[in-house]
């Protein structure tokens, strides 16, 4: 299957501060989605990306499928964007269903 | 529209016991999926149902197993726990099968 790398492992950012999340696959995905996941566990959408730019307030995404990577900024963050990031994707169904491991963000007041 | 309820959202089983999680999806969904989260392996897919029917699996032993209800509701299995299986399970729901969906709470099981 492919291989989803994602830098940095570690974040920690005060508060305010811009930051960029990036996602390595190995090879061509589909369905390419990111997702924050909450202090309590909750998997939240964020954008379901799998080329071009999307902008939410705050979080836009660029994918660029040719260069296979993907990148999620975060614009004056602010405590409650604390948590884990993961950007996920397929190659082709959800056998071959791939996470990445993750940036664990930390937003200090 | 409410979201998708995981229960129990905690539970505590020990080794050889087995259990049963149950997932109700978004109203007018008809496929559930779900996944296994732990620390050393990360986010992994277990399986995907869409009207009733097992239409995905991940890599999984045959101890994990699944149904799905006419109602969408979903139940996972999970017989002979093993330390292992302690971890964060997650369902996530959407209309037309399409990857991931909208996820749940999760559960969060621990084996002793």
């Known amino acids: 299957g492919i291989q989803v790398e994602q830098s940095p492992p570690d974040l920690i950012l005060q508060e305010g501060a811009n930051s960029t999340l990036r996602c390595n696959f190995s090879?061509?995905?589909?369905?390419l989605q990111w997702f924050h996941q909450n202090p309590w566990g909750q998997l939240i959408n964020l954008f379901y990306?799998?080329?071009g730019t999307k902008q939410n307030g705050r979080l836009s995404a660029t994918t660029v499928a040719t260069e296979r990577y993907s990148l999620l900024y975060i614009s004056s963050s602010q405590t409650t964007d604390s948590g884990v990031y993961f950007c996920?994707?397929?190659?082709?169904?959800?056998?071959?269903?791939?996470f990445g491991t993750g940036t664990k963000l930390q937003v200090i007041p | 529209k409410a979201g998708v309820t995981q229960t129990p959202r905690y539970l505590i089983k020990t080794r050889g016991q087995q259990v049963t999680l149950s997932c109700s999806p978004i109203?007018?969904?008809?496929?559930v999926s779900w996944y296994q989260q732990t620390p050393g392996q990360g986010l992994q897919f277990l399986f995907e149902?869409?009207?009733?029917?097992?239409?995905n699996k991940g890599n999984f032993p045959g101890r994990f197993s699944g149904r799905q209800f006419s109602n969408s509701r979903s139940e996972m299995n999970v017989s002979t726990l093993e330390l292992g299986d302690s971890a964060l399970y997650l369902c996530?729901?959407?209309?037309?099968?399409?990857?991931?969906?909208?996820f749940g709470p999760g559960t969060r099981l621990t084996v002793t």
């Open positions: 996530a729901s959407s209309s037309t099968g399409s990857t991931f969906g909208d």
């Open positions: 090879d061509s995905v589909n369905n």
């Open positions: 990306i799998p080329s």
């Open positions: 996920a994707g397929d190659s082709g169904g959800y056998q071959k269903v791939t």
């Open positions: 109203s007018g969904h008809r496929s």
């Open positions: 149902y869409f009207s009733e029917t097992q239409r």
